[in-house]
């Protein structure tokens, strides 16, 4: 690594240009704040943005317009010699990474933000050393953490030549004729289904005994249902615990209700959770300590035990999600600010972007149960919908769950066509303190989906119309 010379003075240092760190960098700096924005990585935007969310949703989509097109036969619409050209996705995907990467840069520039692209360590609670560029050291005031997360590896999966999502995500020339994937968490299964898209032969392998074990099983049987029919097999209860190379490919060896048994693949998948990079930062030197998931512990104004230091994203608890880290970066930069902001959301919303897609937000049917809450639940199936008639989709399920004697909103599910498109209204009714009959009484235009959420809350609260009673 190139260590430069120059040493210098920095009023605010954000490390991490992904959604946490670029959207704390812009908000500091409308703030009044002197921002310097620190990135190992030429483009900014983070995982999100250049390995993530961005570059996974621009091939699910080209996938799920094929897979509706060849669908369409159904309702009478035909479509000849439909194929995807991985190429040129790959190119469009590409394209779609580096305007959003440079529209990032250009919201940068234009607010004066000096942006460094090196590697940072700490070296004390106001100081930092820089590898890889020409400035060796800054001097700060106070530090925003924004590093993020990398794939989790297993010990058999290091160096043996798997995907990780970062792989998967640069689509090769040909699609390999069979894929595993380890891990049947959203990644695992929203990748699994591009791949599936493409010709792929593809098979999940899951440790737990089911697929997506944060989210509702009645949710998660509706799209398995479906998605069933893309994948080649999905296989619970399995423990990956051994790869070999074989030829052009690998052989897994799974364990499964005690015995070994062998997969033999093309390509192989590893998507079993991320790890926070906050291992090399040199945290022991700010005088940090990290939690045994090697998150950095914060308060609700993201501030870290050393007071002038915020962290905010993937390195802290909680979901690794874009939208988390987005809004601990305006938390921490309007705290560092002196604004007295706080990360006081009462829920965060979780999207599967598989097809249907499944959302939630705040408390689930399964967390309800768990803790013995008394509840109300109104469930409403997409088949008694017009909208989803219409569509010829009719598999899906919308649920509201509410405080059983206050009938407060405590939770929203759903799965469906466009749902994620739909849950930020349910993320809007726990903000708001929302009762079911706020839901109810707000008119939802027809013929669309999210009627579904008002016939749930009605359902929720004994009063639906369009189910037998
Ligand atoms: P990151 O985006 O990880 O950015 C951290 C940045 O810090 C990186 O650019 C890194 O290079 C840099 N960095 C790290 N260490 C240093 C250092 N020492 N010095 C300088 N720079 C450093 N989330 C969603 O909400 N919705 C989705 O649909 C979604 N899909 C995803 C799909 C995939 C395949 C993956 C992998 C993730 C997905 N995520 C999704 C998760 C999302 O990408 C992360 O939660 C989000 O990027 C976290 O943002 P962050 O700002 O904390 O960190």
């Known amino acids: 690594m190139v260590m430069g010379s120059l040493r210098l003075e920095a009023d605010l240092v954000v490390i991490g240009g992904g959604p946490g760190g670029y959207v704390a960098a812009l908000r500091a700096a409308d703030l009044g704040r002197d921002v310097t924005l620190i990135d190992e990585r030429d483009q900014l935007g983070g995982v999100c943005l250049l390995e993530g969310c961005i570059p996974s949703k621009t091939l699910i989509n080209a996938v799920e317009l094929a897979t509706a097109a060849k669908d369409a036969k159904r309702l009478g619409v035909t479509f000849d ?33 000096d942006v460094i692209r090196a590697r940072a360590r700490f070296t004390g609670p106001r100081s930092i050393t820089l590898e890889g560029g020409e400035v060796s050291g800054i001097d700060f005031r106070d530090c925003i953490i924004a590093t993020g997360s990398r794939p989790r590896t297993l010990p058999w999966s290091d160096g043996s030549g798997v995907w990780t999502s970062r792989e998967a995500l640069v689509l090769p020339d040909t699609a390999p004729a069979t894929l595993v994937v380890v891990g049947g968490g959203y990644i695992g299964l929203e990748l ?8 792929s032969q593809v098979t999940v392998v899951e440790f737990d005994q089911r697929l997506l074990g944060g989210a509702d099983p009645d949710l998660v049987e509706i799209m398995v249902k479906r998605v069933r029919k893309q994948l080649h097999a999905i296989q619970t209860d399995s423990k990956v615990v051994g790869v070999e190379r074989s030829g052009d490919g690998f052989v897994l060896s799974i364990e499964r209700g005690g015995e070994l048994e062998t997969l033999e693949t093309e390509r192989v998948l590893v998507s079993v959770g991320r790890v926070p990079n906050t291992d090399a930062l040199g945290l022991d030197s700010a005088g940090i300590e990290t939690d045994a998931m090697g ?4 308060d609700a104004q993201c501030r870290s035990e050393v007071r002038n230091i915020f962290a ?10 874009a939208h988390k880290a987005s809004r601990e970066g305006k938390v921490a930069a309007e705290a560092a600010a002196g604004h007295a902001s706080a990360f006081d959301n009462r829920a965060i919303p979780a999207v599967v ?81 929302a009762t079911l009959e706020d839901l109810l009484v707000t008119i939802h235009p027809h013929p669309t989906i999210s009627e579904a959420i008002m016939e749930a809350a009605e359902m929720a609260a004994g009063a639906g119309v369009h189910l037998p009673r």
Do not use: N
Request: hydrophobic share 45%.
């Open 353 to 433: 972007f598989t097809d249907p897609e499944i959302a939630w937000v705040g408390i689930t049917e399964q967390e309800a149960l768990a803790q013995g809450r008394a509840v109300k639940v109104g469930k409403f199936p997409l088949r008694a919908l017009g909208r989803a008639r219409t569509l010829g989709r009719t598999e899906g399920l919308v649920k509201v769950l509410a405080d059983a004697e206050t009938e407060l909103v405590l939770g929203v599910g759903m799965v469906g066509p466009w749902v994620s498109e739909m849950i930020a209204e349910g993320s809007l009714a726990l903000e708001m303190g």
């Open 81 to 113: 010699s439909l194929k995807i050209d991985p190429v040129k996705l790959r190119g469009h995907t590409d394209k779609t990474v580096k305007i959003l990467s440079r529209g990032v840069s250009q919201l940068v520039k234009a607010r004066g933000i």
């Open 295 to 298: 998150c950095i512990p914060v």
């Open 312 to 321: 905010i994203g993937d390195v802290t608890a909680g979901p690794m999600l």
């Open 192 to 199: 699994g289904l591009v791949y599936a898209g493409l010709g």
